[in-house]
T-cell receptor, first 117, second 114 residues
Framework: AQTVTQSQPEMSVQEAETVTLSCTYDTSESNYYLFWYKQPPSRQMILVIRQEAYKQQNATENRFSVNFQKAAKSFSLKISDSQLGDTAMYFCAFMKQSRGPSNNLFFGTGTRLTVIP | KAGVTQTPRYLIKTRGQQVTLSCSPISGHRSVSWYQQTPGQGLQFLFEYFSETQRNKGNFPGRFSGRQFSNSRSEMNVSTLELGDSALYLC?????????????FGQGTRLTVV
C-alpha cells in the first residue's frame, strides 16, 4: 500500500518570501509519479508540478520547484517569491505506474498555506 | 477548451436516499476518476473508469458505484445514504495513457446528507 505524509498542517509566509512544504511517502513500487496539487477556496484542484520517479533532475515550474530525494522517499515543494494567490491547501500525491496507466492518486492530508501581505 | 464539469454543484439528501452525481470530462479524455474529500479522511480514491470499463477501485463499500458512457461522461451513484457520506466529491479526467498522467479536476459536488 502507498501512504503519503504531510507533517505540516498549516504554514504561513510573507509575500515575496520563499517557503518549503514537506512531503514523505512510502511505497514498494519502483516506477511512480509524484505531484503537488493546489486547492484554493474555489475547491478546484490544480496541478502545480509533477515529478517522474525515474528522473533524477528535480522538476521546476516557474516559481515552483521540488526537491526529490528518492532514497529518502521525500518530495518537498519550494515556492519562491510567494504571492497572495498562492494562498491555498497544497496536497502531495502519489501515482504508481505498474501494469499500465492509472489515474489513481494517493493524497497526503494537505498543508494550508497562507501568504501574508 | 472546456474543463471538467461536475453537476450538480451542491446537493442535500436525506439518510437512506440515493444520489447520482455527474462528471463530463475534457474532450478527448478517456479516463475519469472519482474522489471523496472529507475533513476527517482527506482525499480518497473511489474508482476510475477508462473506455467504459472500471479500471481501478478504492476501498469503499458497494453502496458506491459508477459507470462511464461511450462519450466518456461518468456518473457515480451512492445508495442508502449515510450521514458519513457528506463530502465533497471530485471528478478528475485525463488522457489515461502512460505518457500523459496529468489529471484535471472539476470543482466538485458538495453533498450534504441530513
Amino acid at each position: 500500500a502507498q501512504t503519503v505524509t504531510q507533517s505540516q498542517p498549516e504554514m504561513s509566509v510573507q509575500e515575496a518570501e520563499t517557503v518549503t512544504l514537506s512531503c514523505t511517502y512510502d511505497t514498494s513500487e519502483s516506477n511512480y509519479y509524484l505531484f503537488w496539487y493546489k486547492q484554493p477556496p474555489s475547491r478546484q484542484m490544480i496541478l502545480v508540478i509533477r515529478q517522474e520517479a525515474y528522473k533524477q533532475q528535480n522538476a521546476t515550474e516557474n516559481r515552483f520547484s521540488v526537491n526529490f530525494q528518492k532514497a529518502a522517499k521525500s518530495f518537498s515543494l519550494k515556492i519562491s517569491d510567494s504571492q497572495l494567490g498562492d494562498t491555498a491547501m497544497y496536497f502531495c500525491a502519489f501515482m504508481k505506474q505498474s501494469r499500465g496507466p492509472s489515474n489513481n492518486l494517493f493524497f497526503g492530508t494537505g498543508t494550508r498555506l497562507t501568504v501574508i501581505p | 477548451k472546456a474543463g471538467v464539469t461536475q453537476t450538480p454543484r451542491y446537493l442535500i439528501k436525506t439518510r437512506g436516499q440515493q444520489v447520482t452525481l455527474s462528471c463530463s470530462p475534457i474532450s478527448g479524455h478517456r479516463s475519469v476518476s472519482w474522489y471523496q474529500q472529507t475533513p476527517g479522511q482527506g482525499l480518497q480514491f473511489l474508482f476510475e473508469y477508462f473506455s467504459e470499463t472500471q479500471r481501478n477501485k478504492g476501498n469503499f463499500p458497494g453502496r458506491f458505484s459508477g459507470r462511464q458512457f461511450s462519450n466518456s461522461r461518468s456518473e457515480m451513484n451512492v445508495s442508502t445514504l449515510e450521514l458519513g457520506d457528506s463530502a465533497l466529491y471530485l471528478c478528475a479526467s485525463s488522457l489515461g495513457t502512460a505518457e500523459n498522467t496529468e489529471a484535471f479536476f472539476g470543482q466538485g459536488t458538495r453533498l450534504t446528507v441530513v
